[in-house]
């Protein structure tokens, strides 16, 4: 009888484990679904369990560099028609988009995204009672400061170039960010060419601005040359909607590449 009580004890705890191995797998399959569906390329990611591994660049060299700005109203939430919640987007401070600050050093173009609250440090609830997913910035750079050349779409008129930085959300000491960009306009298709990677500078985890750096020779724009900043945004998708909160960046300003 002691044997037999044994038997099914190791039965029902290798059941159990098989079960939890599978439920990882689907996990990770749904992640790896979640992720195909906001990035067409796969790029090279940072994991970061300790919330942040910024570079080694001083606040002050930042500041010395970060000289041009632009602003965006304080709550001007937009809502982007699909994949909201039934009551339109969420107004969410980590995804309100209030300046944008641009600079550079001969070789890097650095961008500074500013919001009006805090990025998640963990896996947050949100009010639509999921979890936070994945927060994404961006910037529309018009390289050669002409609207007439690169897209057509009204909210990134005249871009060579965009600049992402996204934070992904696995779980609370599983959080993922990655910085890349696209340049070389697809007119005919309103799309871009060429993919690269990025290098985040400040990491944007308990911190309401995220700091990201790209190669000017690799965006295609020179020294000396003057660029225009044409759009932007800040999404933050949770597990149950892509859009739970939306902030277009609907100014602009220009910048001398140094």
Not at 119 to 143: C, E, K, M, R
Request: aromatic residues 10%.
């Amino acid at each position: 009888m002691r044997k037999i009580l044994l038997g099914l004890m190791v039965l029902a705890l290798a059941s159990s484990t098989i079960w939890a191995l599978g439920l990882t797998g689907a996990i990770k399959k749904k992640v790896r679904e979640l992720d195909s569906r906001t990035t067409t390329t796969v790029f090279n990611t940072v994991d970061n369990y300790t919330g942040k591994t910024d570079l080694d660049i001083s606040d002050s060299y930042l500041e010395s560099i970060l000289i041009s700005s632009g602003t965006d109203p304080q709550g001007d939430f937009e809502d982007p028609v699909s994949g909201t919640p039934p009551t339109g987007v969420t107004n969410y401070p980590p995804s309100d988009l209030v300046r944008i600050d641009i600079g550079s050093d001969g070789t890097y173009l650095y961008v500074r995204w500013n919001l009006a609250g805090t990025i998640p440090s963990d896996l947050a609830l949100l009010s639509d009672n999921g979890y936070i997913h994945i927060v994404s910035l961006t910037v529309s750079i018009d390289s050669d400061n002409n609207s007439a050349t690169g897209l057509t779409a009204s909210k990134t008129l005249g871009a060579e170039a965009g600049l992402v930085s996204k934070v992904w959300y696995y779980a609370s000491d599983n959080i993922v960010s990655n910085s890349y960009f696209w340049c070389k306009p697809d007119n005919e298709n309103n799309t871009f060419q060429i993919y690269g990677d990025a290098e985040i500078v400040r990491y944007g985890q308990g911190r309401n601005y995220l700091v990201s750096r790209y190669k000017l020779l690799e965006l295609e724009i020179a020294n000396n040359s003057t660029i225009k900043i044409c759009g932007g945004q800040v999404e933050v998708e949770s597990t149950n909607y892509h859009h739970y909160s939306y902030d277009c960046f609907d100014s602009s300003f220009t910048y001398i590449v140094k």
